[in-house]
């Protein structure tokens, strides 16, 4: 693992409070805590992108074309 760095992150009062407190009771670092959160959302934007790379290939659906023939056949 590479050398962690510093960096200065500033929090909305309560977050600060509420990460401090979460981490006395948990007994794990802010820093643990905020790189495990930031790693959780990076995992779920690389889970959107392969996501949106599977469907690339389907072909793509005006809204108001759509919209138009729901009207038309009564759905609407």
């Known amino acids: 693992m590479s050398e962690p760095k510093r960096t200065t992150v500033y929090f909305e009062p309560d977050i600060h409070k509420a990460l401090r407190l979460k981490s006395a009771v948990s007994e794990r670092s802010m820093s643990e805590m905020v ?35 729901m009207k038309r056949s009564g759905k609407l």
């Open 35 to 69: 790189n495990d959160a930031v790693r959780h959302s990076l995992a779920e934007d690389a889970e959107d992108l392969a996501a949106f790379d599977e469907r690339a290939e389907e072909p793509t659906v005006d809204f108001e074309d759509f919209v138009k023939k």
